[in-house]
Structure formats: structure tokens, C-alpha cells
């Protein structure tokens, strides 16, 4: 069964600090994809990355930064010098390919609250 | 408009009303997908639709009624709703092909408050 897993419920920190958000996923198939969200308090969720499971190779956009490791079934992700803007709930994701739907299946998120 | 757009944004409802949400996307995307999201919950699959067909009824209460007439508008109708049933309802579209995951665009979804 798919699962993903965000253990950090709530993470607050003062602007400027670096911050990880933990994603820990489970799945069977050997295909699949990964992905993060942002949720500002707009309520809309915004595209972040996409990964899929045959690139292990660790991506850098901005301040943003992913760490995947398949090894540990994680997917990481790092805001370098935080800023209050990234306050939002931060969701993890993954689907699995070849079904008959493009399902997401999503972690609960993660609030991140930066502080001025 | 460009994206994915949701109306209303907010809706307060009674539990005898009848009220649709309506979703529309702009990316020439050919799925369309409708989520919901209750507080302290993950968000939850609700049905998804593929070239105007119905591909996934995720055990949803039949007081949900969607609807896709074409692949870039597609509609919830709500009908006899319970308190438990207030969330933010969210849409999103992807392209869809065979054996290939592509990315869901969300829409700001519609804040769905039942009295």
C-alpha cells in the first residue's frame, strides 16, 4: 500500500534560519513519482517539484533544495535562509505509475511559520 | 484567466440546499480531478474524471454529484449536505497518458461551510 508520511506536524523559525522538511513515503512499485506542494493561507496548492524514482539525483531551485534518498524511501526538503513569505503547510506526495488514475496520494503537511 | 480557477470561493450553505461548485482549467490539460480537504486531515481523492469519463469514485456519499461536460469545466452539485461535509474543496487538472504521472495544477478551491 501507498503511504507518505510527514512526521513534522508544525515547524516554527526565525527568517534567515535553514529548515528541513521530513517526507518518509512506502510504496511496492518500482515506478513512481514524487512530488511537493506549497498551501499558503490563500488555500491553493502550488506546484513545487516532481520526481521520478529513477532520478536520485538531488535538485537546487533558489533557496529550495531536495534530498532523495531511495535507500531510506525519503524525500526531503530544504529552505535555505527561510523567509516569512514560505510560511505555508508544505505537502508531500507520490503516485504510482501505470494505474488507471494519476492518484496523488498526499502526506498530512507540514506548517512552517517564519517568524520576522 | 489563466490556470485552474474555482467559483465560488465561498459558499455557506444549508443542509437542504442544493449548490454546485464549478472548476475550469486553462492549460489544455485532458483530466480533471476533485479533492477534498477537512481540517486535520489529509487531503482525499474524491473522483476523477479522463476525457470527460469517470475513471474514480473514491467511495464518495452520493449527496456529491459530479459533473464533466467537457474536459476543461467540470462540476460538484451538492445536494442534502451534513455538517462533517464542510472542507475545502479542491480542484485540480493534469494531461493524462498512458502509463506516465504527469503533475496536477490546483485550483484555490472553495471554502464549503454547511449549516
Known amino acids: 500500500a501507498q503511504k507518505v508520511t510527514q512526521a513534522q506536524t508544525e515547524i516554527s523559525v526565525v527568517e534567515k534560519e535553514d529548515v528541513t522538511l521530513d517526507c518518509v513515503y512506502e510504496?511496492?512499485?518500482?515506478?513512481?513519482?514524487l512530488f511537493w506542494y506549497k498551501q499558503p493561507p490563500s488555500g491553493e496548492l502550488v506546484f513545487l517539484i516532481r520526481?521520478?524514482?529513477?532520478?536520485?539525483q538531488n535538485e537546487i531551485s533558489g533557496r529550495y533544495s531536495w534530498n532523495f534518498q531511495k535507500s531510506t524511501s525519503s524525500f526531503n526538503f530544504t529552505i535555505t535562509a527561510s523567509q516569512v513569505v514560505d510560511s505555508a503547510v508544505y505537502f508531500c506526495a507520490l503516485s504510482e505509475a501505470g494505474g488507471a488514475t494519476n492518484k496523488l496520494i498526499f502526506g498530512t503537511g507540514t506548517l512552517l511559520a517564519v517568524q520576522p | 484567466e489563466t490556470g485552474v480557477t474555482q467559483t465560488p470561493r465561498h459558499l455557506v450553505m444549508g443542509m437542504t440546499n442544493k449548490k454546485s461548485l464549478k472548476c475550469e482549467q486553462h492549460?489544455?490539460?485532458?483530466?480533471m480531478y476533485w479533492y477534498k480537504q477537512s481540517a486535520k486531515k489529509p487531503l482525499e481523492l474524491m473522483f476523477v474524471y479522463n476525457f470527460k469519463e469517470q475513471t474514480e469514485n473514491n467511495s464518495v456519499p452520493s449527496r456529491f454529484s459530479p459533473e464533466c461536460p467537457n474536459s476543461s469545466h467540470l462540476f460538484l452539485h451538492l445536494h442534502t449536505l451534513q455538517p462533517e461535509d464542510s472542507a475545502l474543496y479542491l480542484c485540480?487538472?493534469?494531461?493524462?497518458?498512458?502509463?506516465?504521472?504527469?503533475?496536477?495544477?490546483f485550483g484555490p478551491g472553495t471554502r464549503l461551510t454547511v449549516l
Open positions: 520526481r521520478n524514482s529513477f532520478d536520485e
Open positions: 485540480a487538472s493534469s494531461t493524462r497518458l498512458a502509463g506516465v504521472v504527469d503533475t496536477q495544477y
Open positions: 510504496t511496492r512499485d518500482t515506478t513512481y513519482y
Open positions: 492549460l489544455g490539460h485532458n483530466a
